[in-house]
């Protein structure tokens, strides 16, 4: 919603959404213009201070941010070293800030393959948080959304506990989450293409779905207003029929 003034603001229909994005395309901004693919993931965090002040001004409650899948541990060692330092760098940086302003920073996957640096960055980060904050944003480092799924399932079989809740709560303790957060609403994805790419699968049943050829480090305000103000336009059924009055 517009405010006449060109600025965007809140609509009701923003407030506590649980929005995910699939950061894609750092490495191919970076090459377009001559430079190493690291560089590119380094702009890349300029696009997150940008994404999450976006978030705060529309009131969203959730933003996960699907960094590194398991499957990213094929890239070449050099690539996955720079990713590392940069995910160590946003932790003990940006996160610290952001914690400071009131976000809680707040990490999701597995850590026992991470850099013990890393680990530490964001043991510290998280231990900075605030109690209670207008936006819990979840960094996805070495997540995969079937073995989340799967460790879920193992330790569903021999639990008393059944029903979807219970399984979401087993699936939380398999994504090392520190709490669990609502059903995905919204799934964005940049750089262009149009896959899911193992991200939390069980959370995004009934996401709305938007895909955008922007590259990460281009991402920015503008975008993330289009794809909820896309959103908003979306009729979310959840396999009913509206009624007619």
């Known amino acids: 919603m517009n405010n006449g003034n060109g600025k965007h603001l809140a609509t009701q229909a923003d407030s506590g959404l649980h929005v995910a994005i699939i950061m894609d395309g750092s490495g ?18 300029a696009a997150v201070a940008r994404t999450v002040e976006a978030a705060l001004r529309r009131d969203v409650r959730v933003l996960t941010l699907f960094s590194f899948s398991t499957d990213n541990w094929g890239r070449p060692p050099h690539e996955v070293a720079e990713l590392m330092c940069t995910f160590e760098t946003f932790f ?6 952001l914690s400071r302003d009131g976000v809680r920073v707040t990490a999701v996957g597995r850590r026992d393959r991470l850099p013990l640096s890393l680990r530490e960055a964001i043991e510290e980060a998280e231990a900075a ?7 819990n944003l979840r960094l996805a480092i070495d997540y995969s959304g ?43 994805r940049t750089g262009g293409e149009l896959r899911l790419s193992n991200c ?7 996401a709305e779905l938007y895909f955008t050829p922007c590259l990460w480090p281009d991402f920015g305000a503008a975008e993330f207003d289009a794809a909820l103000d896309e959103f908003g336009r979306r009729d979310r059924r959840f396999g009913r029929i509206p009624v007619v009055a």
Request: hydrophobic share 45%; no cysteine.
């Open 28 to 45: 191919r901004w970076a090459v377009a213009r001559g430079l190493p693919r690291a560089e590119g993931h380094r702009a890349g965090r």
């Open 129 to 135: 948080n605030a109690a209670s904050s207008p936006l």
């Open 200 to 206: 939390p699968l069980w959370e995004i049943a009934y």
């Open 146 to 188: 079937r073995e989340a799924i799967l460790a879920a399932a193992r330790r569903f079989y021999l639990a008393a506990d059944d029903g979807e809740e219970g399984f979401s709560h087993l699936l939380t303790e398999s994504d090392h989450s520190v709490e669990t957060a609502p059903d995905v609403d919204l799934l964005i």
């Open 92 to 97: 003990r940086a940006d996160g610290r800030a």
